[in-house]
Nanobody, 119 residues
Framework: QVQLVESGGGLVQTGGSLRLSCAASGRTFSRFVMSWFRQAPGKEREFVASINWSSVSTNYADSVKGRFTISRDRAKNTVYLQMNSLKPEDTAVYYC????????????WGQGIQVTVSS
């Protein structure tokens, strides 16, 4: 059974930092793209950042470039999102996603974790 478990969220002041973790289990993720999405109240879920598990190539939404860093630890099967210089508009529920595309499409989601940035 595939599981993505997020941790590390919480309440932080503007300008502060948090590091989110996504622990993946239940299968091999070497061919997956791991991503973070977020959803603020009343808004649609939006892409934040992604990393190719094997090549370590990364992509970021313009709104977080230069402030957030996505990384992964193969040995721990864990993906991280280091968030610096946080702003109130970063407040959202953050979700971890694992996506395998191509001839076979598989997508898994974590349960989400709250990040709140106070002004």
């Amino acid at each position: 059974q595939v599981q993505l478990v997020e941790s590390g969220g919480g309440l932080v002041q503007t300008g502060g930092s948090l590091r989110l973790s996504c622990a993946a289990s239940g299968r091999t993720f070497s061919r997956f793209v791991m991503s973070w999405f977020r959803q603020a109240p009343g808004k649609e879920r939006e892409f934040v950042a992604s990393i190719n598990w094997s090549s370590v190539s990364t992509n970021y939404a313009d709104s977080v470039k230069g402030r957030f860093t996505i990384s992964r630890d193969r040995a721990k099967n864990t993906v991280y999102l280091q968030m610096n210089s946080l702003k109130p508009e970063d407040t959202a529920v953050y979700y971890c996603n694992a996506l395998l595309s191509g001839s076979t499409l598989m997508s898994y989601w974590g349960q989400g974790i709250q990040v709140t940035v106070s002004s």
